[in-house]
């Protein structure tokens, strides 16, 4: 079985401080590791991934999350937060050669400026 | 537009009555995934195609939930004989073979 937990329901920063949403994953086999971004009554938009490489992965609006497979985490981070990054993120795991893409429960980020 | 597309975007239905997504994947991607997400939760897998075989189906699909995609390309997911707690967003996601999936805008499904 795989599972992805997101420990904090809600994360507070200021403008312009930098944000960690934490993610922990569950999975046999190498991990392919996702984030995913929702806004209100919207799809889920593709932010950043994980496969192989580096573990440091870079993805949009500025966004990165660092795999860290000995801790089996994937946080994501922003050097300075923007108001319009609050949102609901989403965290996500999918064995290399699984199909099923299994998504931790949601951190709401609020960026007060 | 060529990301992934669903309709109806809402749908509003009785209890008891049948109603049918329609997901069109990005063009390219031989994998397409459907999820169900309700409000202030993550989404849950449903069921994954990799082009026109069902290779996997959660133990949520009751055996009012079917899905198919023919040739490959479209798919659609009906349920049947709806139930209130079938109120939720349908989600689907279209992805090649080692990359991310893509997801639609979801369809918001009523039951009353």
């Known amino acids: 079985a795989q599972s992805v937990a997101q420990p904090e329901d809600q994360v507070n920063v200021a403008e312009g401080n930098p944000l960690t949403v934490k993610c922990t994953y569950s999975?046999?086999?190498?991990?392919?590791l996702f984030w995913y971004v929702q806004y209100p009554n919207r799809g889920l938009q593709f932010l950043l991934k994980?496969?192989?490489?580096?573990?440091l992965v870079k993805g949009s609006y500025g966004f990165e999350a660092e795999f860290n497979k000995s801790q089996t985490s994937f946080h994501l981070k922003k050097p300075s937060a923007l108001v319009s990054d609050s949102a609901l993120y989403f965290c996500a795991v999918r064995r290399n050669a699984g199909n099923m893409l299994t998504f931790g429960g949601g951190t709401r980020l609020m960026v007060k400026p | 537009d060529t990301g992934v597309s669903q309709d109806p975007r809402h749908k509003i239905t009785k209890r008891g009555q049948n109603v049918t997504f329609r997901c069109d994947p990005i063009s390219e991607h031989n994998r397409l995934y459907w999820y169900r997400q309700t409000l202030g939760q993550g989404p849950e897998f449903l069921t994954y195609f990799q082009n026109e075989a069902q290779l996997e189906k959660s133990r949520l699909l009751s055996d009012r939930f079917s899905a198919e995609r023919p040739k490959g390309s479209f798919s659609t997911l009906e349920i049947q004989r709806t139930e209130q707690g079938d109120s939720a967003m349908y989600l689907c996601?279209?992805?090649?073979?080692?990359?991310?999936?893509?997801f639609g805008q979801g369809t918001r499904l009523t039951v009353v």
């Open positions: 999975v046999s086999g190498n991990p392919y």
């Open positions: 994980y496969i192989t490489g580096d573990n």
């Open positions: 996601a279209s992805s090649p073979e080692e990359g991310a999936a893509f």
